[in-house]
């Protein structure tokens, strides 16, 4: 049971790790930082936006409009947060005393 909470504990954190590098990618474009045509910073960019946008997507219909500040990231981030100490609290049986 260990083992599978650490890997669902890493697995979490992996894709939290890719939404930061997203939101952050995103910025350095936005600011001319980062050149998108350049074909290392292209492909991941192509490949967080892959990994990030099916989750994000739902996220974001369901969001007011906030004319241009996309807080979907900080939504998910928390959301998966919650789920993964759920998930691992009942694995480990930490929260015995809390349901």
Known sequence: ML???????????????????NAILSWLVAFNVLNPQNPIARQIGYF???????????IRRLLPDLGGIDISPI????LLSVLRTLIICDIMGLCSGYT
Do not use: K
């Open 3 to 21: 083992a599978i909470a650490t890997l669902i504990d890493y697995a979490i954190t992996f894709y939290i790790i890719c939404l930061i590098a």
């Open 48 to 58: 967080l936006f892959r990994i990030t946008e099916p989750a994000l997507a739902p």
């Open 75 to 78: 939504v998910l981030i928390v």
